[in-house]
């Protein structure tokens, strides 16, 4: 365990954002210099009636002869109603995917900084524990980009009250929901991490989570159809089972942490 004073922890730690800020703005340009690849290919994908999810769901449907599962994304158009939101909206999305991207090395960084602190028999879990973090962020955004979202943009790029009110969405919805369904989705994928930290400290057990699984359940159904308001239940369980299965995988977790 390294010791040192204040300042000098301070000064690290300074130069620990000042490197996580250069690699930020460095990913950004880059990003930003790729706009129509990044826009086209990435952003405004899930737009297009031939995105992966649509033709996994079509096919399946045809499958099951259950054909409400194919999506009617043909309708969809994205507009921009503000002089200077699609500059704004290019910046940010920019800087967006810029920390989606250095988000290994910024937990690296932070990683670097406290791992001098930690003893010797506290470094193997916490690096399991970063790792961990990192890996089931990416598995939060890969479901929302792949599920979540094509699914949300579905349902409400085709929802009216009235054949009287075409739907055309703003490019400032589009992508303040995008952002929103990713990042959300990957906080929740840290459960597990968190259950961990919880466990390990005695403030979280394994029973509690078992005992109130069934609330669970009930709250996963409900965030499911909420995401998925369509008429199908298999629609549904597509976005519920990995949640569920997060939910387990949780309890699992905070149980070994409780018999360590």
């Known amino acids: 365990m390294k010791e040192g004073t204040f300042w000098e922890h301070l000064e690290e730690l300074r130069w620990t954002i000042i490197r996580i800020i250069i690699v930020a703005v ?20 899930p737009c297009d009636g031939n995105f992966v999810t649509y033709r996994i769901l ?15 994304i043909e309708s969809i158009s994205i507009i921009n109603i503000n002089l200077s939101a699609q500059l704004m909206v290019h910046l940010s999305t920019a800087f967006y995917l810029a920390l989606i991207i250095s988000f290994p090395y910024i937990v690296i960084e932070l990683w670097l900084y406290v791992s001098p602190a930690l003893y010797v028999n506290e470094k193997k879990p916490a690096i399991k ?70 466990g390990k400290i005695g403030v979280l057990q394994a029973d509690f989570l078992k005992q109130y699984r069934n609330v669970a359940v009930v709250v996963v159904l409900v965030l499911a159809a909420l995401i998925t308001p369509s008429t199908d239940i298999f ?8 949640l569920m299965l997060l939910y387990e995988l949780t309890i699992a977790v905070v149980k070994s942490v409780n018999k360590s």
């Open 26 to 45: 460095i990913l950004t340009v880059v990003i930003f210099s790729f706009k129509d690849f990044v826009f086209n290919n990435i952003i405004f994908a």
């Open 58 to 72: 079509c096919n399946l449907g045809d499958m099951l002869r259950m054909p409400k599962i194919c999506p009617n």
């Open 129 to 198: 524990g970063a790792i961990s973090f990192v890996v089931l962020f990416f598995m939060g955004i890969l479901l929302a980009y792949y599920l979540i979202f094509p699914l949300t943009l579905n349902f409400l790029g085709n929802y009216q009250v009235s054949d009287a009110v075409p739907n055309q969405i703003s490019l400032n919805s589009y992508i303040s929901t995008f952002n929103t369904l990713l990042f959300m989705m990957g906080l929740v994928f840290e459960m597990p991490v968190v259950g961990y930290f919880f």
């Open 235 to 242: 629609t549904m369980m597509i976005v519920a089972l990995p």
